[in-house]
């Protein structure tokens, strides 16, 4: 008899983080982490604050190794298969493939169209077609062209905070990532931008993997297919969403749903 | 209706406070009122003296001769009729000869005559070079220290040793560039002097740690150390004050450090030195000492690209005349010139004290004044472009 597995032995999951322990220095952040991310869905990151969400995002597109004393302790990430401590790993190359954004929107004070065009101009692209093409694109994804494609010239602070953050959004698909991470990135916007960006989300799945850090449980439940729940430090379930919200298997996922902490 | 001073508590009882408190604001406004006071006597005396000497009555306005002169010595000729006329070298020559026994009396004054066209262009050139090269050194030293170096313990030392250097007087630095540009700094050449420190040989020339000489590019060098503390620490202020999401997010765009910093920290903190540049420029347009050993002479009668070379032959290569051409422009960093604030302070300290001598002080200190000032309004102009094509 042959038993049939979720994911195909020949194709890799697009994330899989493997026995990961993650230290700011002494401190110990992430425990013992395994997560397997399949590609073209939604997971979100759920937990209460100060429990590492930010840091394993961080983690997936190696932004955390700045910071001095920061570093993996035990196991490893592979995106496709594909070990991202390799030394011989470009972080240059790796970030095309792996995406950002940050809660905070932050385009940069430019115009509009260098700020979508930046990542491409960084990876050396200077052919302004090739670039207008990839802004038009990359636009058209964070669903802005419409709104902006007569003012690619303005400065990109006269936008108004849900469009920046689409911006920033347009910014890091530009150079089509396989992987966008996002963390809270409706956390400083008000309910109608908020919702446009979580319209978007469904949108960016049929592209891109994503992963989304939310404090904000509906929201989890709105925009995701899958949900992963840290508590210090430690992934304690990750399921469907569905089920792990209507049907949590463990104890500690239904007192954190239901607010009795 | 009013209260009286028993019922209600916040009736002052004590007069004696609020008459302390008005004495105080009054002192204070009395001390701010008599530095804006001498500023302004400062600046009204010196246009007061200055002005009839770089302007006119009759068009063009400006004395373009003050301008365009070099300087040189002031003859102040009278005659027996009465009539004082004052003319150059040659001219009192002339005017010699002409008036025979009915000259009365022959004044010289050194240095006092012709124009300023020598310390202009001199301190300009100065300038540019100071500036350029502390700039470069500045910007690159603050950058490593703020983006690339590991806070700790050295770090914070190199930063209280550049801080120190602002301490240092600035006679000190001109023996400094004495010993390290005019005297030791390597040049490639192909006949060493004798007192070379060291000769390297290269093979298609040797370079010789003989110094640069007396030249624009020693005291512009030495002058770019005496304002490099202030572009340091104002570079790496600007360099802070750009937001922090700015970095992370274009290395989360796949930018090296180094791109991140190119593209999208640097282009932001410019305004910001460029302003403190400014302080730069007025400082080094103005110090005397850095320059007195390394770059600035009492008097040069020839311009910088005037550099004495021998005469041609009529049938002399096109690349002959090429060559001395190159030679002449290298002079604007090759050879000694005259400068502003060494030129004034000449005038009035190094020659007798009078009315000509006096002429030619306050005319200079004038274009110098006008001179910083302009070159001042011009960087903040152009930090006003930059800030309105990269705010925040
Ligand atoms: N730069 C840092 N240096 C040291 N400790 C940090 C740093 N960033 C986060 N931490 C610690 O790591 C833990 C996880 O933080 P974080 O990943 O930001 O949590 P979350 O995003 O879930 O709120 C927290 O205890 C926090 O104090
Ligand atoms: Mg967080």
Not at chain 2, 315 to 332: C, F, I, K, P
């Amino acid at each position: 008899m042959v038993i049939a597995t979720d994911i195909e032995p020949q194709e890799p999951p697009m994330i899989e983080v493997r026995d990961l322990d993650f230290a700011y220095g002494a401190k110990l952040a992430l425990e013992d982490i395994n997560l397997k991310v399949a590609r073209h869905r939604v997971t979100a990151l759920i937990g209460p604050s100060g429990c590492g969400k930010s840091t394993l995002l961080r983690c997936i597109n190696r932004m955390n190794q700045r910071l001095p004393g920061a570093h993996i302790r035990r196991g490893s990430i592979r995106i496709e298969g594909h070990d991202i401590h390799d030394p011989r790993v470009s972080l240059t190359l790796l970030r095309q493939r792996v995406g950002m954004v940050f809660q905070k929107s932050n385009p940069f004070p430019k115009s509009i169209h260098d700020n979508v065009a930046f990542g491409l101009r960084i990876a050396g692209v200077s052919d302004p077609v090739v670039l207008d093409e990839a802004v038009e694109r990359a636009l058209r994804a964070a669903a802005l062209w419409d709104e902006l494609k007569d003012r690619l010239h303005q400065h990109a602070h006269s936008l108004s905070g849900g469009q920046q953050q689409r911006l920033c959004i347009a910014r890091a698909v530009a150079t089509r990532p396989a992987v966008l991470l996002m963390d809270e990135p409706c956390s400083a916007l008000d309910p109608i931008a908020t919702l446009k960006i979580e319209e978007l989300l469904g949108q960016l799945a049929q592209e891109h993997t994503v992963v989304i850090v939310t404090h904000n449980m509906q929201q989890a439940v709105r925009v995701s297919h899958d949900t992963a729940f840290l508590h210090l430090g430690r992934l304690v379930e990750h399921a469907p969403t569905a089920q792990l919200f209507d049907n949590p298997q463990q104890a500690l996922t239904e007192a954190y749903l239901r607010g009795t902490f | 209706m009013s209260d009286s001073p028993s019922q209600n508590p916040f009736i002052a009882t004590d007069r004696g406070a609020s008459l302390r408190r008005v004495a105080m604001a009054w002192s204070l406004r009395l001390m701010t009122g008599f530095i804006v006071l001498v500023t302004l006597a400062i600046l009204l005396h010196i246009g007061w003296k200055g002005a009839p000497v770089l302007f006119k009555t009759q068009a063009p306005f400006v004395n373009t001769a003050f301008l365009s002169k070099l300087p040189s010595t002031l003859h102040v000729i009278s005659d027996r009729d009465g009539r004082v006329i004052e003319t150059d070298n040659r001219g009192a020559e002339v005017l010699k000869k002409q008036l025979g026994p009915n000259l009365r009396e022959e004044k010289t004054i050194s240095y006092s005559g012709g124009g300023i066209l020598g310390p202009i262009v001199g301190t300009a050139l100065l300038v540019l070079v100071s500036v350029s090269v502390a700039l470069l050194l500045g910007v690159a030293s603050a950058i490593y220290l703020s983006e690339y170096a590991r806070p700790g313990k050295t770090v914070e030392l190199i930063r209280l040793a550049i801080l120190n250097l602002a301490g240092v007087p600035s006679v000190v630095f001109g023996l400094f560039g004495l010993g390290a540009f005019v005297l030791t700094a390597p040049v490639l050449t192909n006949s060493p002097l004798e007192r070379s420190l060291l000769i390297i040989p290269l093979g298609f020339a040797k370079l010789s740690f003989q110094g640069w000489d007396t030249c624009v590019l020693s005291g512009g060098f030495t002058l770019a150390f005496v304002i490099l503390p202030v572009i340091i620490t104002a570079s790496e202020q600007c360099l802070a004050a750009v937001p922090q999401g700015f970095r992370e997010t274009s290395m989360a765009l796949g930018a090296t450090r180094w791109q991140a910093i190119r593209s999208a920290v640097l282009p932001f903190a410019m305004p910001g030195i460029l302003t403190s540049s400014i302080l730069g420029i007025a400082r080094a347009a103005g110090e005397t000492a850095p320059i007195m050993f390394t770059a600035a002479l009492a008097f040069k009668d020839k311009l910088p690209w005037q550099r004495d070379l021998p005469a041609l032959a009529a049938d002399a290569s096109w690349w002959a005349h090429w060559e001395q051409s190159v030679q002449r422009l290298l002079g604007l960093f090759t050879e000694s010139v005259q400068a502003l604030p060494y030129h004034i302070y000449t005038l009035a300290a190094r020659i007798p004290n009078n009315e000509y001598a006096q002429r030619a002080q306050y005319g200079s200190v004038l274009v110098f004044l006008l001179l910083v000032a302009s070159l001042s309004l011009c960087s903040m102009l152009l930090r006003r472009r930059l800030r309105r094509k990269y705010k925040w």
